[in-house]
Structures are given as C-alpha cells and as structure tokens.
Nanobody, 116 residues
Framework: QVQLGESGGALVQRGGSLSLSCLAA????????MAWFRQAPGKQRELVAS????????SYEASVEGRYTISRDNRENTVYLRMKSLKPEDTGVYYC???????WGWGQGTQVTVSS
C-alpha cells in the first residue's frame, strides 16, 4: 500500500516562497506521472502542476505558471514543488498523487497559507 507524505507548508506573506516535498512510500515513483493538487477553503481539489515519470513533460495550471516549479527525484521517491511570488489565492492544502488513473490514497496534505 502506497503512503504519500507531504511536507513543507507554512504561513508566509504575499510575495514569499516555499518548497514542498512529497515522499511516496511503498512504490517506486519513477514509473508514474505525478502531480500536485491544491484544495482551497470551500473549493474542490484542483490540479496545479504535473510531471511525467522521467521528468521531461511538465505542465502547470495557468494561475501558477512562472511561479511554481515541479520536479522529482526518483532515487529518493520524492516529488517537489517550489513556489515563489506567492499570493493569498495560493492558500490551501497541497497534496501530491498520481496524475491520472486510479489514484493512491490521499496523504494528509500540507497547509500553505499566504497572508496579504
């Protein structure tokens, strides 16, 4: 059974930066396309960034393009999300999971709060 563990969230001011990590235990991450998702208060979980198994194909949701950078280290079974120029609308709980198909059980997520 795969267990996902997100970390790195914090309370930051507008314009600040954060780096999130997601460790997948119980599966070799290197054969999966992965993604980061965000669930803002009162809203559905949405896809914000994705990365192919080899890290070649990367995609971002329009509102984070140019500010977020997704990367991965398959040897460490970890996916990263670096965020800069943060805005209050980036606030939410961030999760990682498979990009498509039958997803693994969701981790606890990591809270990102951007104050204005």
């Amino acid at each position: 059974q795969v267990q996902l563990g997100e970390s790195g969230g914090a309370l930051v001011q507008r314009g600040g930066s954060l780096s999130l990590s997601c460790l997948a235990a119980g599966s070799f991450l290197g054969i999966h396309n992965m993604a980061w998702f965000r669930q803002a208060p009162g809203k559905q979980r949405e896809l914000v960034a994705s990365i192919s198994d080899g890290g070649v194909t990367i995609s971002y949701e329009a509102s984070v393009e140019g500010r977020y950078t997704i990367s991965r280290d398959n040897r460490e079974n970890t996916v990263y999300l670096r965020m800069k120029s943060l805005k209050p609308e980036d606030t939410g709980v961030y999760y990682c999971n498979l990009l498509e198909g039958r997803r693994w059980g969701w981790g606890q997520g990591t809270q990102v709060t951007v104050s204005s």
